[in-house]
């Protein structure tokens, strides 16, 4: 399923983030906004990229752990909080592999 658009408030943007996150273990939605695709993941992905293309994993929830590779701050079976610390990555080969035991929102920012 693709989203297009989740609102131009930041209110009503956040408030549609968390019902994706509600219907990802239902569908595989895409949400495309202006500046980046947004997905919601739990378990285990591959993701094609860019390099040098700018990532962002902000945790929906309290992940216990979580495993990023191919990315240039990798993360190693450490727990995540819904933070800003793991935003403004970047994708260092043309694909990348997370493992979460939890739902995170995986921000796969365009490219100019």
């Not at 297009?4 to 930041?10: E, H, K, Q």
């Not at 906004?33 to 990229?49: L, M, R, V, Y």
């Amino acid at each position: 399923m693709c989203i297009r658009d989740i609102g131009l408030r930041y209110d009503h943007m956040l408030g549609n983030l968390f019902v994706v996150s509600k219907f990802s273990d239902l569908f595989e939605i895409e949400v495309i906004t202006n500046h980046s695709t947004i997905f919601c993941i739990k378990g285990s992905k591959t993701i094609e990229a860019k390099i040098g293309q700018q990532i962002s994993i902000v945790a929906a929830e309290n992940v216990e752990r979580i495993k990023v590779t191919g990315l240039k701050y990798s993360l190693t079976n450490e727990p995540l909080n819904p933070s800003s610390r793991a935003i403004s990555n970047e994708a260092t080969g043309e694909k990348f592999s997370i493992k979460c035991t939890d739902k995170i929102f995986l921000f796969l920012n365009h490219i100019d």
